[in-house]
Structures are given as C-alpha cells and as structure tokens.
C-alpha cells in the first residue's frame, strides 16, 4: 500500500470526526467528556472539561446560548440534553479553579481594546502564550456589556475575580486610541472587542477576515460581533480565543490559515446510527439527564462486525497497523492475525456512510504477504490442501451433456461433500430439466486461495475450468454456491452464469416438503450485492408455501457465518462469536443456502437447515459434517456421478479407525483429519515404531508435509481405537 493510498483509506473512516454537539460549537467544548462526569458526579472533573476550552468557565458556564444543545442528536428520540442547566449546575457544584501559572513573558506586547468577553478572552489566550498584555477598557473591571447582566445571572464578582485572574497572568491597565484611526507602530499587535459597547462602533463583521479575524490594518485583529441579529456569548468567546490564536500566528510569522478547519468549521461527517437508541425525554435530575448522553460516534462497524469489535479500534486506526506492519524490518508482526481473521465478508462496507473497503484493505494486504513470504504458512494451508483435494482426481471431474452442452453445472466443492445425497438428487433432477443436455464439472473455484491471498493460484485453479468451459463454447454456468459466484465474476466475468435457485424457479421445482415452523432465513455474506439469488431464494419459499422469518441483519446487510475470508483458520474462537451472534439474532431454526454456511452454524448445536433439506428431504442429520467426511462424501459422489478416477488407494486406507464423539470434536478443532491419523498408524505398522504405555495404550508418530502427527490409540481386533490426536510443525532431529 502506498502513502497516498493509506491516507485516502484514512480519510474515509468517520470514527474521528467530531460529535455533533462538539462541531456546532465555536469553541469545540467536548460535550461527550463533560456529559461523561457529570453524570458519575465528577463535577470538578467536569469544570476541567469546560476550562479545556473556555478561558473563563464562571462566566460562558452561566450564560451560554449552547448552539451545541440544538445540534444533539436526541432531539430525534425524545429530547434533546439540556446541555446550559447541566453546565450551570456543574458550577454551582464544583470548586474554584486554580489560578493559572505565570510563565516569563516574551518580551512581545499585543493592544487589547474593550473588556467584553471577546477581549478579556483574547487577553487570557495570549497571556498563557507569554505575551504581554496592555489591556484598555473603561470602569474599575472589565466585561463590557457583561456589566448589564442581571446580578442573579451573572454576578459582579465573578467579574471582580476575572480581572484578578488577568492581572496575575500579566495583563495591565492602560490607555490608548482607536487603532484604526491612529494606526499601529512598527511591531504593534491589536485586538478590537466590539461586544464592548464603547467599542461596537469601531468595526463591522465584514471588516473582518472570517477565518483569521485581521482587519485590513495589518496587525489589527478584531472580533465580539452580533450574529443573526443578537449576542451570542460563545461566539464572543471564540472570536477572543481564534483572534488570539491568529495574533500567536502572526507575532511568529506563521500562516494564519493552515491547520484550522476544525477549529474554524461548523460542520461534521459523524454518521451516528439511532436505530437501537430509546427514545427518552429529558429529566429533571440533571445527574440522569447527563446519563441520557449516548457519547455519539460512528462506529457502527465495529459495533456489528465480530472481527472490528474484537481488536477495540477502529478501520482508520487498522490500515494505519496494517500499513505499519509491512514497514517492519525486525521484529514481530503483530498485526498478522489481524490481517488474516477478517471473514471479508464486506459487511463493514455496506454500514459505512463512505464505503470503507475493509475487506479489500485484509485480501490485498494478505496478497503482498503472500508476495513477500511473510505469511505464516500455518494460518491457511488445511484450507489450501482441502482445495487441492476438491480438484485432485478423487474429488473433480468433467462430463458433457448428452447430445450438447447447454449448461454446466458447478456445485462447488462443499455442497456434495456436505450433502452428497441431495447434491445427486439436485443434480438428476437438473438433468431432467435439460433433458440431458447438461455437463457437470466436479471441483472447487478456487476460493480459498482468492481469501488467502495466493492470485496465482486462484488464477490457476480457474483457468483450468475456463478451458473446460471454453472447449464447450462457455455454455452457462449453473452455480449453488455464492463464493463460486463472486470469485467466477472476478475471473471469468465473460462467462454467463445463474444460481441454480433462479434455473429451479425457471424450470420446475421438486415437489419439497416444507417446516411447520417458521425458518430464519440467513443470505449467504457473497449474495450481499446480489439481490438476484436472494429473490429467487424468497420465490422458492414462497411457492412450497414456507413460512420464514426475515433477519434484521439480512438481504445487503447480512452477517458472514465465519467460513468466509477463511476466519475460521486464523481465530476459530472469534468464527465461533460470530456464529453465536448469529443464531441469537432468532429463536427459530435456521435456513441457509449455502452449504458452509449451512456447517458453520450448525456446529454451534443449533438446529440448521439447507434449502436442499426442503426441496429434497432426507432424514435429517443435526451438526455439522466435519473435514475428514466431506472428503470422503467427496469422493463417493464423484465415483457415483462420473465413476472412478482411475487412481489405487492409498494402502493405508484400508484401516478402521474408531473414533469417540468427544475425540472428534478435538480434531475437528485441531485439523486433523481421519486418513492424517491412517498414515500415522500404519507407518507405526510397518516401521515397528511406537511408545506404549503401562496402560497398553500407544504412541505414533509420523510426519506429512510440513506437520507432524502423533496419535494416541489402542489397538483393537479388527480396529484401531483412537483416543487423541495432536500435531504441530516442529521437527525434532536426533543428534549423533
């Protein structure tokens, strides 16, 4: 990924923007951190909050015209948070604030004319950066117009303490002239506070630079001014604090402009979603109403997505990690993982407002680790070598229609090892359709090696199937599965293709047998942006009369069943949050009509159930298949439908092995599979190689690719009862 390209991912990721109330107001107070402890009744906390952004919290805190109360968002659900009473009784029930430090001065003075709010908040500003401070203003303190505010709403000594505060910072009383009448000396810096009614005259908004707040009088800066036809009290601050900011800017020969669009800018990309936000009017305890606040963010694909909520962040901060990760010369590369447990279903795409491409972001990262032999060799290869089983000769094979070859039809390489029976019987069936004029081609697209970033592969996998296709005239493809659908697009986008859901609806369905319950109706994660297979999918129920339940997170937004992007080989446990979530989303059974999606959730004990349970019922079986039986079903189907490959058995698999439900499940997590431990045992056969035990029980050993296997089992009569399997990559070398 280059620089230009992480910045423009950066960009799209909301997350940082600011909440609406922080962006409508002028000086950026952080209402979600001042919400936050008033309502654990941090009040001094609280007054911190405030101060972080208002010069003088004991004046604005008790006169504030809030713009950012109008912008809440929940004003949508109920009310929006009465954000002035909760600052007033923040002050009322926080302590005094510590006088500012004095820091040596400069040497550089700046003019401040008036004492409005506008200009002693100039003034503070600019004495916390060292400047001195020569303030004019007329009476004993300052405050301007402040001075005509009823005393129970702003009283006098607050003001009292205010110039103290000023004068300890610095700040001195003087005398002086209009600076616009009389012009500046070489080296003079002025503001004008025109909220100062001595002062209202002197400038109009238009005089004024709306950014930078300098008069066309260089030096002369200027601000307090009525807006939309009255006073608003926190622009008169925050004119003060950007005019000061300016004047800092100046005085150091900076730009007056670069670096200010959040400071200057009003408005916010935050998309913060209220579908699940209850809808709850305001209180009178001003302590529940700070409760009410829901610290508005975006997040709402971290919020939804298993995989972004696990690592606490956020995408802006993942492609910035990701990015980091390939830079890594020495040392460990911690986001590996991360890279290679997206599900790339894409859902996190659809739920941001700009499209962030999360899954694209984790495939082309794994294709540059791919290219630079840095990817752990662990994470994908069970499902790469599972791949090349689907396309060996025990499992794929190629037959033409009859007389022609109008279609083809592509189960895929988990359908007929999940359900072969209905896999034969959807494929006869389809014949009788075609009236023979069908070929069939056995194997797997290639997906796996797509999700794991291997293109050479896939793009090998697939042009063996387009030669197929090609030699028949690229007849149209009939698929099952979805993730053939969407990696064939990609590939082979000249070729025609259908889902075998839309070819049933067109040319007959079987007679089907149909729930009495109704069925939550889960869309594969690749029909996302397919509403074509999604339709027909519907219309089908629909005609076999199938009552079924619609999911809040279904259709473009539906939830991956942790197959996809190959989750479930880098962080099983994070597939497995995935499919619990899934299956809380309904009390119903569960239909799928993808066949993984099928064998992911039902191994979490729920009961799930395939399209194909419907149109060709069989006595069903709960759970799911497993690894080791999906090649195996793989082959008998292959044999039964194009009969056999031509190749001998391997001589180990001819053994019986028992092996108990508990031990099962043990290597299903552990990607062992049943001819892995064959090999082992009759290697221990014919080498004579093995530990026992004084139980009588054995210990083998073998080593296959790059794992070595050890299984622990005791020899029956006719059998080898098996009672644990391990493995791991280690090689341990004998030395002499």
């Known amino acids: 990924m280059e620089r230009n390209e992480l910045r423009d991912l950066e960009r799209r990721c909301i997350q940082e923007e600011l909440p609406y109330c922080q962006a409508a107001c002028p000086l950026k107070v952080d209402v979600r951190a001042f919400c936050a402890a008033m309502a654990e009744r941090r009040f001094d906390e609280a007054k911190k909050v405030l101060s972080k952004a208002m010069s ?19 004003s949508k659900k109920g009310g929006a948070i009465s954000l002035g009473k909760l600052e007033r009784e923040c002050l009322m029930r926080s302590g005094e604030s510590k006088p500012p ?7 550089k003075l700046v ?11 100039c003034a503070f500003e600019l004495a916390k950066k060292r400047y001195g401070v020569k303030m004019v203003f007329e009476g004993d303190i300052p405050g301007g117009r402040l001075l005509s505010l009823p005393e129970e709403v702003l009283p006098e000594e607050i003001l009292v303490k205010v110039w103290d505060v000023l004068e300890k910072t610095g700040a001195i009383r003087s005398s002086g002239v209009d600076p616009l009448k009389k012009g500046l000396q070489e ?14 005259d002197s400038l109009a908004v238009e005089d004024v630079d709306p950014v930078t707040y300098e008069t066309s009088a260089k030096g002369v800066f200027g601000g307090g001014f009525v807006r939309n036809g009255k006073h608003s009290p926190v622009w008169e601050a925050a004119d003060g604090k950007r005019a000061a900011n300016s004047i800092d800017r ?19 990309k935050l998309f913060t979603p209220l579908d699940d936000v209850p809808s709850l009017p305001p209180s009178n305890d001003l302590v529940e109403e700070a409760r009410r606040c829901i610290g508005c963010e975006c997040r709402y694909c971290v919020r939804e997505c298993v995989f972004l909520g696990k690592y606490k962040g956020y995408p802006k901060t993942y492609a910035r990690e990701i990015y980091n990760n390939f830079a890594i010369v020495q040392g460990s590369r911690t986001a590996n993982k991360k890279i290679n447990s997206c599900a790339l279903c894409g859902l996190c795409e659809i739920l941001c407002p700009n499209d962030f491409p999360m899954a694209e972001l984790c495939r082309s990262a794994r294709e540059q680790m791919v290219d630079k032999d840095i990817m752990p060799p662990s994470v994908h290869e069970f499902a790469l070598l599972d791949m090349d089983h689907a396309n060996s000769p025990w499992a794929a094979g190629w037959r033409p229609g009859k007389r022609a070859t109008r279609a083809v039809f592509f189960p895929g390489c988990q359908l007929g090892a999940a359900m072969p029976d209905q896999t034969q019987k959807l494929i006869e069936h389809l014949y009788g359709l075609f009236e023979g004029d069908m070929g069939l081609l056995l194997g797997c697209c290639g997906a796996p090696a797509w999700w794991s970033g291997r293109k050479k592969s896939v793009e090998e996998v697939v042009g063996n199937i387009g030669k197929t296709l090609e030699s028949e005239g690229n007849p149209i493809l009939i698929l099952a599965c979805s993730s053939c659908d969407e990696v064939f697009s990609k590939f082979l986008p000249h070729v025609p293709r259908v889902s075998v859901w839309q070819i049933l609806l067109e040319k007959g369905l079987p007679d089907g047998k149909t729930q009495k319950s109704p069925l939550a109706l889960h869309d594969p994660c690749t029909t996302r942006l397919n509403g074509d297979w999604q339709a027909a999918v519907r219309q089908i129920l629909q005609t076999l009369g199938q009552e079924f339940e619609e999911l809040d997170f279904g259709r473009e937004r539906t939830r991956c069943c942790g197959y996809g992007g190959l989750q479930v080989m880098a962080d099983p446990d994070l597939a497995k949050d995935g499919v619990r979530r899934r299956l809380s989303e309904s009390e119903n059974d569960f239909l799928a009509y993808c066949a993984m999606c099928r064998e992911s959730l039902a191994g979490s004990g729920k009961r799930v159930l395939h399209l194909l349970d419907l149109l060709f019922p069989l006595p069903f079986e709960a759970g799911s298949t497993g690894f080791s039986k999906r090649q195996w079903n793989r082959k008998r189907l292959r044999e039964k439908l194009l009969g056999p490959c031509g190749l001998s058995r391997e001589p180990w698999e ?6 108990p439900e508990d031990v099962r499940e043990k290597l299903e997590e552990r990607h062992i599979l049943d001819s892995d ?35 622990e089992y005791r020899p029956e009569e006719d059998s080898f009862f098996i009672i644990n399997a391990w493995s791991h990559r280690m090689t341990v070398e004998l030395m002499s």
């Open 677 to 711: 431990i064959m090999y082992t045992l009759w290697q221990a056969q014919e080498s004579g190689m093995f530990l026992i035990s004084p139980e009588d029980t054995r210990l083998a050993s073998s080593r296959r690719g790059n794992v070595t296997f050890w299984v």
């Open 111 to 121: 003019s401040i004319y008036g004492g409005g709010l506008s200009s002693i908040t």
């Open 101 to 107: 430090l004095r820091f040596p001065s400069t040497g």
């Open 654 to 659: 001819g053994l019986v092995i028992t092996v």
């Open 56 to 74: 003088f919290p004991e004046i604005l805190g008790r006169i504030c015209d809030h713009p950012c109360e109008d912008a809440c968002v929940l």
């Open 187 to 200: 080296g003079e810096v002025a503001y004008i506070g025109v909220d100062d009614p001595l002062w209202s």
């Open 250 to 268: 100046f005085l150091q020969g900076a730009s007056l402009t670069s670096g200010r669009e959040r400071e200057i800018s009003l408005e916010t």
